[in-house]
């Protein structure tokens, strides 16, 4: 203001945004860059982001479209995207999932997205209101909850089994319960498997069981399968396979190493094309179309071959972080998560290894400011109601083997100090 004095303006900010979460990694990541720009030597374990650029063939292909000749105009696509990108999608689902047919896959039911965020708030919107109830995974990707509590919906926190997972079982307990209390029903479920923050995978079996629970439940079931192609060993199975009403989520975040250029994709059930196709005109027009232009190359032989080489990376840092962790006696082989897919190893220091005031937050604190390593606690991760955020955090193995090895170096060099202020205030 001229006068050089604000007024507050009455509006402000909405109750939703109000009521809406910080994403904790992101706070982690802010503090961990100021420590950087002081000079320290910050290694980054916490955001789940690969340390490598575009594949070769993707850059050169969106610098070809943009400087030509003909230089490409750029300018809006359909709703739903490039339909050489949809076509090369489908192709991809029938090459690599078993038990799919075309039909299973038509290009119409396939939606090009602004990362698969823009999926999720597609999804959300179309399938549910205000005030619905959807189960998510307690440990689960933190934006799901923040997503839909900025919608206005509610959550039913699905506890994961021993085996770092919900499976029909688990939601099913939970749908009897809420059964029992006089609790709302459940009118969706959306968890990752490969699941972001343990790494635990869902067999074909397990996912099959889900799906079919789901569609007896008339239940959503949206399957965030943004991890697939990031994996050792297990198999990576497609809720396509299993259901006609689920929803299948993906991104060229992770596997394909383009997380900036916020691209995703969405297999769709029938009924819901016509809502999503309206819901992304109005929202987001269309994903990025330089990024689906260049996108057109992901499957190339050549773009695969650099690929499967992060894939080899990530194994030998998730084979780094889970040797060194053996090595911690205090904590309990069965509270570290399987890391069978993704780029994450989830620990839970267990009852023992914390005190009050002293859990997996203070400790990823004091290990950034001491060490200038950066882990994310579970915090992000766990429902807020209890008490296992405070127990539990994330390693993410996503940014080299180099960065792995030093950040555990320098993890056991910090450990025993950190148990002895742990033991002196139990
Ligand atoms: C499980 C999961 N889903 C979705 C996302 C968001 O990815 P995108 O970049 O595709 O929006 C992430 C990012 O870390 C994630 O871990």
């Not at 739903?80 to 799919?100: A, P, T």
């Not at 770092?164 to 319960?177: N, P």
């Not at 991760?381 to 994330?394: A, I, Q, V, Y």
């Amino acid at each position: 203001m001229e006068d050089g004095k604000t007024t507050a303006f009455a509006g402000g900010a909405s109750q939703r945004s109000r009521s809406v979460e910080s994403f904790k990694v992101m706070d982690v990541l802010e503090r961990a860059n100021e420590l950087q720009s002081q000079g320290r030597d910050v290694l980054h374990c916490e955001v789940g982001q690969p340390e490598s650029g575009a594949p070769a063939t993707v850059a050169a292909a969106a610098v070809e479209a943009l400087t030509g000749p003909p230089r490409q105009v750029m300018g809006y696509t359909d709703a739903f995207g490039l339909l050489q990108l949809r076509e090369n999608i489908r192709q991809h689902y029938l090459k690599k999932y078993d038990g799919l047919s075309s039909e299973d896959i038509d290009t119409s039911r396939i939606v090009v997205t602004t990362g698969s965020s823009g999926g999720f708030l597609l999804t959300f919107t179309a399938c549910f209101d205000t005030g619905d109830t959807v189960a998510i995974a307690s440990s689960g990707y933190p934006c799901y909850r923040n997503i839909l509590g900025a919608l206005g919906c509610e959550l039913a926190n699905v506890g994961i089994n021993n085996e770092f997972k919900i499976t029909a079982t688990e939601l099913k307990e939970e749908i009897e319960r809420r059964r029992e209390m006089g609790e709302k029903s459940i009118k969706g479920l959306i968890l990752s498997s490969p699941s972001n923050p343990t790494g635990s995978m869902l067999t074909p079996d397990e996912l099959k069981g889900l799906c079919q629970l789901c569609d007896e439940e008339s239940i959503r079931f949206i399957s965030d399968e943004i991890y697939h192609g990031i994996s050792y060993g297990k198999e990576e199975a497609t809720a396509l396979a299993y259901s006609k009403n689920a929803i299948v989520i993906n991104s060229f975040s992770k596997y394909y190493s383009m997380s900036g250029w916020r691209l995703g994709w969405m297999v769709i059930p029938k009924d819901l094309i016509d809502p999503i196709n309206c819901l992304q005109q109005n929202m987001f027009i269309n994903a990025p179309t330089i990024s689906q232009t260049a996108a057109l190359k992901c499957w190339d032989k050549e773009t695969i071959a650099e690929l499967e080489k992060h894939v080899e990376k990530y194994r030998a840092s998730r084979s780094i972080i889970l040797d060194e962790l053996s090595a911690f006696s205090e904590l309990d082989p069965a509270n570290i998560a399987p890391a069978d897919g993704g780029f994450y190893v989830y620990v839970d220091l267990g009852e023992n290894n914390v005190a009050p005031g002293l859990g997996s937050v203070a400790m990823c604190k004091a290990l950034l400011e001491e060490e200038n390593v950066a882990f994310t606690p579970g915090n992000d991760f766990e429902d807020p109601s209890g008490n296992l955020g405070d127990r539990r955090f994330r390693i993410s193995y996503a940014g080299g083997i180099e960065t792995a090895k030093r950040a555990m170096e320098r993890f056991y060099k910090f450990w025993p100090t950190w148990m002895e202020r742990v033991q002196a205030a139990r």
